[in-house]
T-cell receptor, first 113, second 116 residues
C-alpha cells in the first residue's frame, strides 16, 4: 500500500539557518505530493504541492521537487524564521478515483532567534 | 469565509467514558472527512461523508466509533466507550466537490483527545 516516510524530529535550528526535511514515499501509480504545515493552535494548511515528476512546488520561501527516480519530495528553505516553527507533514494521493491523503508522521520544527 | 471549525479543541476523559467531537465544515461544502493522528504516528483517514451519506468508512478503527452528519451540515464523531489508544488529534476537513487526487481539502485545527 501507499506510505510516506519523513525524517524524525524534532528539528531545532537557529534563525536564518538552512532547512531540509526529508520525505520519501511508496505509492502505486503516479501520486500527487503535498507538504502540509500546522502552526501552533491552527489547522493543517497546505504549504505546497506537486503533481508530476520534476515539478517544483513552492510557497513562502519553501520548495520541494518531485523526484520520481528517488521517490522523494524533500522540503527545503534557505533561511528559516522563528515564525516557521510548526509541524510539517509530507503527504501523497495515489490518484485515480482515490481522494484520500496518506500522511507521514510529521516533523516538529523549532526555530530559535 | 469561516473555515472548518472543530470543538472542543481539547478534551480529557477517563477510560470508559463517552466523548463527542463536532465539526462544522465550510458552508456549502458537501464533502466532509475525518482523519486522526494517534500520538507519534501518521495522520490516517477515518471516513468520508457526501452530504448526510457515509461514502467510505473504511478507516474507522472499530465499532466504538460512530460518525453522523444529520442534515448534511455539521458532523459529530462519538467514541463510546473511550479507550486509552483513542488518544490523539482528530482532524476534520471539507471540500466542495469530492477531492480530486488529494486536492481541495480545507482542514480544521483538530480536537486533541486525551483518554486517561
Amino acid at each position: 500500500g501507499d506510505s510516506v516516510t519523513q525524517m524524525e524530529g524534532p528539528v531545532t535550528l537557529s534563525e536564518e539557518a538552512f532547512l531540509t526535511i526529508n520525505c520519501t514515499y511508496t505509492a502505486t501509480g503516479y501520486p500527487s505530493l503535498f507538504w502540509y504545515v500546522q502552526y501552533p493552535g491552527e489547522g493543517l494548511q497546505l504549504l505546497l504541492k506537486a503533481t508530476k515528476a520534476d515539478d517544483k512546488g513552492s510557497n513562502k520561501g519553501f520548495e520541494a521537487t518531485y523526484r520520481k527516480e528517488t521517490t522523494s519530495f524533500h522540503l527545503e528553505k534557505g533561511s528559516v524564521q522563528v515564525s516557521d516553527s510548526a509541524v510539517y507533514f509530507c503527504a501523497l494521493n495515489s490518484g485515480g478515483s482515490n481522494y484520500k491523503l496518506t500522511f507521514g508522521k510529521g516533523t516538529l520544527l523549532t526555530v530559535n532567534p | 469565509e469561516a473555515g472548518v471549525t472543530q470543538f472542543p479543541s481539547h478534551s480529557v476523559i477517563e477510560k470508559g467514558q463517552t466523548v463527542t467531537l463536532r465539526c462544522d465544515p465550510i458552508s456549502g461544502h458537501d464533502n466532509l472527512y475525518w482523519y486522526r493522528r494517534v500520538m507519534g504516528k501518521e495522520i490516517k483517514f477515518l471516513l468520508h461523508f457526501v452530504k448526510e451519506s457515509k461514502q467510505d468508512e473504511s478507516g474507522m478503527p472499530n465499532n466504538r466509533f460512530l460518525a453522523e452528519r444529520t442534515g448534511g451540515t455539521y458532523s459529530t464523531l462519538k467514541v463510546q466507550p473511550a479507550e486509552l489508544e483513542d488518544s490523539g488529534v482528530y482532524f476534520c476537513a471539507s471540500s466542495q466537490g469530492v477531492s480530486q487526487r488529494g486536492h481541495g481539502y480545507t482542514f480544521g485545527s483538530g480536537t486533541r483527545l486525551t483518554v486517561v
